[in-house]
């Protein structure tokens, strides 16, 4: 059985999207990481670095229970349990997909991420970081609309990995200050990947639980989402009783 540690994010859907991409039969378990449940030691066995998603595979490899964090592993893992075309066996098919899905992990997430930040979440306007983020989502969206000129998909001629990790983070473009119009290469790709059926299936995960209300995090929420409990996790206390 494949058990998911998931919340409402873009990294958490990736994995949802690609599970119902593959028909693997999965439990959903929700970590609520606005109120700090991925500060426990429980799921800090599972992901030392406190973040969703996390996987265990209770038939991995060998038939031997795995765990995993990062979501890129995660999907390199589940796409060759299933040996799916999703991440191709053949070697120049799979690295034009990897660089793709390795743009998005390094890339993508990052910026569009700070982005998120600062535009929506920051308790107060830094005109700085909101230009500079902004500005990078804008030169991020031209690089993919550039590939989608070229390709029907980000790896090439076929669906794979690689969009199935993009897609979820671009959903959220007016949060990043862009107009997905503008892009017209990578509309027509958002709109036929947006169209999926297991998309959307994927998409509805734990759906009911997604604040819409645009509203700011709370104290509690904020120190465990951005503040003092998230960068608490791994420090160690020095023999001079400074954290080192």
Do not use: C
């Amino acid at each position: 059985m494949i058990k998911l540690f998931f919340w409402s994010t873009p990294n958490a859907y990736k994995i949802s999207i690609l599970l119902e991409e593959l028909a693997l039969p999965y439990e959903v378990i929700p970590i609520h990481i606005g109120k700090g449940e991925q500060f426990t030691p429980e799921f800090l066995q599972i992901s030392p670095n406190n973040k969703i998603p996390a996987l265990i595979d209770t038939d991995g490899p060998d038939h031997k229970p795995i765990s995993l964090f990062e979501s890129g592993a995660i999907m390199m893992y589940l796409a060759e349990k299933a040996s799916s075309d999703l991440y191709p066996a053949e070697p120049h098919a799979r690295y034009g997909v990897l660089q793709w899905l390795m743009f998005q992990m390094g890339g993508i997430g990052p910026m569009l991420g700070q982005a998120h930040h600062f535009r929506k979440y920051a308790p107060q306007a830094i005109d700085y970081a909101i230009d500079r983020y902004t500005n990078e989502a804008r030169r991020i969206y031209g690089v993919l609309d550039r590939r989608l000129a070229q390709s029907e998909y980000l790896g090439g001629d076929a669906y794979s990995l690689a969009d199935i990790a993009t897609y979820p983070w671009l959903r959220p473009y007016k949060w990043q200050g862009q107009n997905i119009e503008q892009w017209p290469n990578l509309q027509r790709w958002f709109s036929a990947v947006r169209a999926r059926p297991a998309v959307q299936r994927g998409l509805a995960v734990l759906a009911e639980k997604v604040d819409r209300s645009g509203a700011k995090p709370d104290a509690q929420r904020w120190n465990n989402l951005f503040g003092d409990a998230q960068f608490a996790q791994g420090q160690t206390t020095a023999p001079s009783g400074e954290q080192s």
